[in-house]
């Protein structure tokens, strides 16, 4: 983000839209050197014979329990809401 600031690029201000514009040419190099370095470590593991899946166990396995769902249901409420008072400035 500095390199960027140091380039002239404006992260601060403007508006939410603005503001994801402007997080691109941060992202995209992101993206890709996390993508890059998965690719190396996928061949380096396959390199060393490795074969993950049997036989090999979790310490827990993981379920879906109801108590998710409604956790769920709450984050998708409130990012409803949120976006609703953005979009209207009159609701409050």
Request: a positive charge; aromatic letters at 6%.
């Amino acid at each position: 983000m500095s390199a960027q600031k140091a380039r002239g690029a404006n992260l601060e201000g403007g508006g939410i839209i603005k503001k994801a514009k402007a997080m691109i040419p941060i992202l995209i190099p992101l993206f890709v050197s996390s993508f890059k370095r998965a690719n190396e470590l996928a061949t380096a593991m396959e390199c060393r014979c490795y074969h993950g899946g049997d036989g090999r166990t979790r310490l827990k396995t993981l379920k879906t329990a109801p108590r998710d769902f409604v956790a769920a249901a709450v984050m998708i409420l409130l990012f409803a809401g949120i976006i609703v008072m953005n979009c209207n400035p009159f609701i409050l």
